[in-house]
């Protein structure tokens, strides 16, 4: 049960742990700043906690976590898309997909009221390679980020399972029914 201040605490030791490891083996800082970058998304943007509507990172957003909706309906919370990377393609593509579709409706409806507005990339190769490179890196920081959520998330639901249980099962059954709604809130 780490909680939205566990994952947040345990993140900042791994990007204060990355930061330093880039430092020393002499990253340009530009790329520190992006792998950094990359962590605090996945920590309080793309979350692996988004699975739930009702998590810290969820309410970050908004009114706009109603574009989250299905994801959270879809995904079961804790299920396969808690996994490192594959859950983190996962989330940055759904995200990719609602941005891409309000460009699309905004072009649409500029073109409409009669309005000229030019979404099209002036720049030449070697700059989108360049640019590229740091979509690199920030996605190597949110892999860094999801790995530490699933690890704690994990070391927390095992040591959970292990704990010894001298409560009656009728007081727990109780209690669970009772408190599901908040337990969920807590158990992200
Ligand atoms: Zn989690």
Redesign the pocket.
């Known amino acids: 049960m780490p909680g939205f201040i566990g ?1 947040t605490a345990a993140n900042t030791v791994a990007l204060v742990g990355t930061s330093a490891y880039m430092w020393y083996d002499r990253w340009s800082i530009p790329d520190i700043l992006a792998v950094d970058a990359g962590i605090l998304i996945a920590t309080f943007i793309l979350s ?2 988004m699975d739930l509507f009702k998590s810290e990172p969820m309410a970050g957003w908004g009114v706009l976590r109603i574009f989250w909706l299905p994801y959270a309906k879809l995904v079961r919370h ?1 299920d396969r898309l ?1 996994i490192p990377v594959l859950g983190t393609a996962v989330r940055w593509l759904y995200l990719s997909f609602w941005i891409g579709l309000l460009v699309i409706l905004f072009r649409f409806w500029f073109r409409r009221i009669g309005l000229q507005v030019e979404f099209d990339f002036q720049g030449d190769t070697d700059d989108m390679i360049y640019n590229l490179l740091f979509l690199v890196d920030v996605f190597v920081g949110a892999i860094i980020a999801d790995t530490m ?1 699933y690890v704690l ?1 994990i070391i927390t639901s095992k040591l959970k399972i292990g704990r010894p249980r001298r409560e009656r099962w009728s007081t727990i059954r109780n209690r669970e029914s009772s408190f599901a709604g908040e337990e969920e809130w807590k158990e ?1």
Do not use: T, V
């Open positions: 994952h692996p906690d804790r808690h959520h998330d992200n």
